[in-house]
T-cell receptor
Framework: GESVGLHLPTLSVQEGDNSIINCAYS??????FIWYKQESGKGPQFIID?????DKRQGQRVTVLLNKTVKHLSLQIAATQPGDSAVYFC????????????FGTGTLLAVQP | NAGVMQNPRHLVRRRGQEARLRCSPM?????VYWYRQLPEEGLKFMVY????????ESGMPKERFSAEFPKEGPSILRIQQVVRGDSAAYFC??????????????FGSGTRLTVV
């Protein structure tokens, strides 16, 4: 079936460094992708999104890159801060009548002060 | 705007009991989605509802699970005769329509169901 493939790896970075979190997706029909941040005990929080007609989108301290050729997404966080510590998920949306999201397993980002 | 409200935050049920999870969407949102999250996994889509209609329940187990979104009141996810494997966090999201982007989906804080 369709899947966005992550198996909860952990990324440990020093405060102030840049972080890169990767994600592979498998559904070629997906045309919209989102990165979410989930802190312990909370729901997913929208970070940034990108449509399939783009390969890069920048927000405040975050950048998402999309490589459709190899079905790969990445999230770059500049100058990582302790408050960035959380689990990060990519999600894909193939549009259509339901607008449902397909989530990956997530990456735990641990920021060391 | 209070956001998407879910209650209870934590729910403990014995095997065989029923669990009722409630979700009040954001004001002005008429679309509700339910997702389930097992420990150290991503969220898995269960069901998508609009007022008084189930639009897509392709992720919902065929037995024991049901969902509704009445004309008045919150959306309810109901799990009958719970088993230990139902223990998970259940998240609700709402949207004003088939809208993408940061103003589309908004998630609640979830209900953590523990079956003992």
């Amino acid at each position: 079936g369709e899947s966005v493939g992550l198996h909860l790896p952990t990324l440990s970075v020093q405060e102030g460094d840049n972080s890169i979190i990767n994600c592979a997706y498998s559904n070629s029909a997906s045309d919209y992708f989102i990165w979410y941040k989930q802190e312990s005990g909370k729901g997913p929080q929208f970070i940034i999104d990108i449509r399939s007609n783009m390969d890069k989108r920048q927000g405040q301290r975050v950048t998402v890159l999309l490589n459709k050729t190899v079905k790969h997404l990445s999230l770059q966080i500049a100058a990582t801060q302790p408050g960035d510590s959380a689990v990060y998920f990519c999600a894909e949306n193939e549009g259509g009548a339901t607008n449902k999201l397909i989530f990956g397993t997530g990456t735990l980002l641990a920021v060391q002060p | 705007n209070a956001g998407v409200m879910q209650n209870p935050r934590h729910l403990v049920r014995r095997r065989g009991q029923e669990a009722r999870l409630r979700c009040s969407p954001m004001k002005g949102h008429s679309h509700v989605y339910w997702y389930r999250q097992l420990p150290e996994e991503g969220l898995k889509f269960m069901v998508y509802l609009q007022k008084e209609n189930i639009i897509d329940e392709s992720g919902m187990p065929k037995e024991r699970f049901s969902a509704e979104f009445p004309k008045e009141g919150p959306s309810i996810l109901r799990i009958q005769q719970v088993v230990r494997g139902d223990s998970a966090a259940y998240f609700c999201a709402s949207s004003p329509g088939l809208v993408r982007g940061s103003y589309g989906y908004t998630f609640g804080s979830g209900t953590r169901l523990t079956v003992v």
